[in-house]
């Protein structure tokens, strides 16, 4: 399974298509592959903490509100990454160019087009 993948199943979880222990099931295979190398990706670390967070729920230390709202954030995340701009800006004083990234969130941004 790849990484797009996991965020397709996170948002059938959302939409209720898939049951929890599914989630947690899919979650667990991907991470056994993952662990079989010997350095940690960010993948990696995203599914452990969905993978506690999961085992904190079925154990009662958790709600499911709980995880709804991590799988939000971390969908949020993800669109949000995908709108990053990076801007350069050549300063006339030393001639030497600096480079802005900022990203832009994805509820907070609205693009506006007129019309000539």
Not at 6 to 32: A, C, H, M, P
Not at 40 to 59: A, C, G, M, V
């Amino acid at each position: 399974m790849k990484e797009l993948d996991v965020e397709k199943i996170l948002k059938e979880y959302l939409s209720g298509n898939i049951s929890l222990q599914y989630l947690s099931d899919v979650i667990d295979e991907r991470l056994f592959v993952l662990r079989q190398k010997p350095e940690i990706t960010t993948e990696q670390e995203r599914l452990s903490n969905l993978e506690l967070l999961i085992h904190e729920i079925n154990e009662g230390f958790r709600s499911r509100d709980e995880l709804f709202a991590y799988i939000m954030s971390e969908i949020e995340r993800k669109m949000s990454e995908q709108f990053v701009t990076t801007i350069t800006i050549n300063s006339t004083s030393d001639s030497e160019f600096q480079t802005i990234a900022r990203a832009i969130p994805v509820m907070d941004y609205h693009l506006e087009l007129a019309v000539a």
